[in-house]
């Protein structure tokens, strides 16, 4: 159930977002939608200044949206808002989040609640968690899922911390969420405490990444290996998300639609180069992802040094982390192909059996999609028993069913009714197959 939109706002009435940039500017937006009053502050000007050209052209608010340039203004701008300052970080993980808490550690009084929202290691959120404990101030680790868009309009979310500024800060993030469009609940829940919401999010972009490597990988092999145009791929890809095992799966809908992009004359500065030819977005995109070799993204790694240390077999999301590793490394790899001259592939299937191997790829997909979804809730499953946090795998499916990447409704139909089920709510993967009788 969503809760009532005015006590919700009104116990807050103002959020001040920390960061400028694209997540926290569709932040900013958001929470005006729905009523509060919102202060935004970016360690780089800049960004401030580019957020206060984008606020000029918005309509429709109807809360205040107020730019700032000075941290201390920031803070202040919340003080006597509502029954506590409210603040939502938006920002890189690791140091930034803890210079700006540093920053504005003076201004916080007890019953303040921070909010970090950024893709943060679960061990240094219970690390921040300590340090705001003692001056009586909650730090909730919240994964946001689903990218600027979502942030806009409406995201996944995996809260996790102080169970009472949970109960109080939840019914806002409620009016904020993604909904779900079977149920029209939303894609938010208290995940447990200390460290388990940033803990789920962590794991689940590591779903994301065993997920979007089966994607890359059928690309590939219907491009190269039989030939298919882009059109016709996109065509594959919107086909599996129609129907049967793969239906409305997010990754397919936006792989299909990018398939079919063409470039415009004067592009669109996200991205979209410029072109006066009906030419492909897809022709300028490398086969390179550096965010796994920059550490700029460290969630699918940490996901995999989980799934060793707690000795969880995760060979699905390993190898989409692995292969994203080899995609940054683009440099060395076409080095190689030259000292070696290794020959550009060609379509070899026949066309008499296109259809057959086009079934038998979209199983394989389906299998890889099934695989990142077990490994990963087994994973999540054996850390929440081990640090104690009684994590509902029945309530991260939900919160997984919009406004999230891995959004998956098959999938989510097939996990959560048996999840629901007595004692099984951190079932793992021994348990199950005690459940499951051979016949089945």
Request: proline fraction near 4%; glycine fraction near 10%; charge should be negative.
């Amino acid at each position: 159930m969503i809760s009532n939109t005015p006590d919700a706002v009104k116990r807050f009435k103002r959020i001040g977002v920390v960061g400028a940039g694209n997540m926290g500017s569709m932040m900013a937006f958001a929470f005006s939608e729905i009523g509060l009053d919102v202060s935004i502050w970016d360690v780089k000007s800049e960004n401030v200044d580019s957020f206060a050209k984008q606020l000029r052209q918005a309509k429709g608010l109807k809360g205040k949206i107020e730019p700032m340039r000075d941290v201390d203004e920031f803070t202040r701008s919340l003080d006597g808002q509502g029954e506590r300052k409210l603040f939502i970080f938006s920002i890189t993980h690791g140091y930034p989040a803890d210079s700006v808490l540093s920053q504005i550690k003076q201004d916080l009084k007890k019953g303040d609640i921070i909010l970090d929202g950024g893709n943060e290691h679960y061990r240094n959120t219970e690390h921040r968690q300590k340090e705001c404990e003692e001056i009586g101030v909650s730090w909730i680790g919240i994964g946001v899922s689903g990218g600027y868009q979502s942030a806009r309009h409406g995201p996944s979310m995996s809260p996790g911390g102080d169970t009472d500024a949970l109960e109080g800060v939840i019914p806002l993030l409620e009016l904020y969420a993604a909904k779900d469009p079977k149920t029209g609940m939303p894609c938010v829940m208290d995940m447990g405490p200390r460290g388990a919401g940033h803990y789920v999010k962590m794991i689940r972009n590591g779903i994301e990444v065993g997920m979007m490597s089966a994607v890359c990988e059928a690309w590939s092999f219907l491009s190269s290996g039989l030939g298919l145009n882009y059109d016709e791929i996109g065509d594959i890809f919107a086909k599996w998300n129609g129907s049967g095992e793969m239906r409305t799966t997010y990754l397919l809908n936006l792989a299909a639609d990018i398939c079919r992009t063409t470039k415009s004359p004067r592009g669109d500065r996200k991205g979209e180069g410029a072109s006066t030819v009906d030419r492909y977005v897809l022709d300028d995109i490398l086969d390179k992802v550096v965010q796994d070799d920059d550490s700029s993204e460290g969630t699918p790694t940490w996901s995999i040094m989980e799934s060793a240390s707690r000795h969880v077999s995760a060979p699905t999301l390993a190898s989409g982390l692995y292969f994203r590793i080899a995609s940054g490394n683009r440099a060395e790899r076409l080095k190689a192909a030259h000292k070696t001259s290794m020959p550009m592939p060609n379509p070899v299937i026949g066309i008499g059996e296109r259809e057959t191997i086009i079934e038998q790829l979209r199983r394989a997909v389906y299998c890889v999609f099934l695989s990142s979804f077990c490994q990963g809730l087994e994973i999540i499953s054996r850390a929440s028993i081990d640090e104690e946090w009684n994590i509902d795998l029945a309530k991260c499916i939900q919160i997984w069913r919009a406004g999230c990447i891995i959004q998956s409704e098959y999938i989510a139909d097939m996990f959560q009714p048996l999840l629901n089920e007595k004692g099984n709510h951190q079932l793992t993967n021994t348990k199950f197959f005690d459940r499951v009788s051979p016949g089945n």
